[in-house]
């Protein structure tokens, strides 16, 4: 953390790409401000609970870091930093049930299945409930779709190019099981095998996200054992849980198994882009898709052409980007549950961008940017982007 800190030089560069920064206007809530504010709780000039509101209200989006030119490591900064913190700060009762609760809740698919059904049930009596969960409950879908099990192994179609294990993923299982059923069936026409190791766990980015430290600890060690080395690439099909899986050194303090494993993670996009994606040979529709860059694709892997590329190769198929693509729309990991005032303007503003583009269908390559944007964007359906490229190359 300390390096971190020190090769800020205050320059200000990474300010206009911070959401916080954009929507309240305070230099406590800007990467440059969470940085002198860090530093003063470590070296205890200043109290935890004076700075904790401002670091809390971080999207973890590493914009900032994209942006820096001094190349400030931010994200071993936040993550570590909430760590840390978590037994020297305080925290009101409400705040505190409701992370016991998600921390608790939607790393585990059957237990947020269970719960995401009974907040739709209560959802007529919304005004009854506690404020600090109402937001949870705004973000409920009017239904759930039909469950999908996964089998373990998925045989590759036609002469097999590669061998992959993917990460399920935790709430999308519940919330969108297409993504996974599409991201599949696409591997597999592309002559890719697809193992899905039964004794995985959630990627723990939820937990890391919030300074849940030995959970964290938990889902990395727990992966890092379940998937096999065998395999050409690790792959995610959400942006969040990628980037978690990169940050598994950061978590198990250099464990070299850790290192091994976050060697082989990939974006399935970025996977299938470098395989070289076998495209259809005719359209199936002309189609115009507005491009949504989730965070942790764009800044947390630096996965930016890829999707692009894999979409627009697709005949028919025409790209178009989003105004202000760097900055983020509010979902990041529980941040619509916990700061729902700012997620919400986020999520106004991105809509707005997407909107704008006329486009016929908006993509993203996260869960969470996916169930956000849907809230918002009312022209166009948002579609993950593994399900726009399985239903133009089937
Ligand atoms: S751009 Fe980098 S060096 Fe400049 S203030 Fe922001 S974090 Fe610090
Ligand atoms: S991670 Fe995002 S919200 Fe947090 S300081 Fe950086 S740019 Fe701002």
């Not at 509101?53 to 030119?69: N, Q, R, S, V």
């Not at 919330?175 to 766990?201: D, F, H, K, W, Y």
Request: glycine share 6%.
């Amino acid at each position: 953390m300390a390096r971190a800190v020190q090769t800020c030089v205050h320059c200000g560069f990474c300010l206009p790409t911070c959401p916080t920064y954009q929507v309240l206007g305070d230099e406590m809530d800007s990467p440059r401000g969470r940085i002198v504010l860090m530093k003063q709780v470590l070296e205890g000039t200043r109290a935890p609970d004076e700075a904790m509101p401002h670091l809390d209200a971080c999207l973890g989006c590493l914009a900032c870091e994209t942006a820096c030119p001094s190349g400030v490591a931010y994200r071993d900064l936040i993550s570590p930093f909430r760590a840390w913190s978590e037994s020297r700060r305080s925290r009101d009762l409400v705040p505190r049930l409701r992370r016991w609760g998600m921390l608790r809740l939607l790393p585990f698919p059957e237990r947020f299945g269970l719960a995401a059904k009974l907040g739709m049930l209560a959802r007529p009596f919304r005004k009854l409930m506690p404020k600090a969960v109402q937001p949870m409950m705004d973000l409920l879908p009017s239904s759930l779709p039909k469950s999908e099990p996964l089998r373990e192994v998925y045989e590759a179609r036609g002469p097999r190019r590669a061998r992959v294990a993917l990460l399920a993923g935790c709430a999308q299982q519940v919330l969108a099981p297409e993504i996974n059923a599409a991201t599949i069936r696409v591997l597999q026409n592309q002559g890719v095998e697809v193992l899905v190791p039964r004794m995985q766990s959630c990627c723990g980015a939820l937990a890391w996200h919030v300074g849940d430290e030995a959970q964290a600890k938990s889902c990395a060690r727990n992966n890092v054992d379940a998937f096999p080395d065998d395999v050409d690439a690790i792959l995610t099909n959400a942006a969040g849980c990628g980037s978690a899986l990169h940050e598994y050194p950061l978590i198990l303090s250099d464990d070299p198994a850790a290192k091994r494993f976050a060697s082989k993670v990939k974006d399935v996009a970025q996977f299938l882009y470098d395989l070289g994606f076998q495209q259809p040979a005719t359209a199936r529709r002309e189609i115009t898709v507005a491009m949504q860059d989730a965070c942790h694709l764009l800044h947390g892997q630096r996965v930016q052409s890829a999707p692009r590329r894999l979409l627009g190769s697709i005949p028919g198929v025409t790209v178009r980007d989003i105004a202000d693509a760097e900055l983020c729309c509010g979902s990041a990991g529980t941040y619509n549950i916990d700061q729902p005032a700012i997620a919400a303007e986020l999520g106004r503003r991105k809509a707005e961008n997407i909107e704008a583009t006329k486009a016929d269908v908006c993509v993203t390559g996260n869960i969470g940017c996916l169930m956000q944007l849907r809230a918002y964007v009312k022209t166009m359906p948002v579609k993950h982007t593994m399900v726009l490229v399985d239903e133009l190359s089937d």
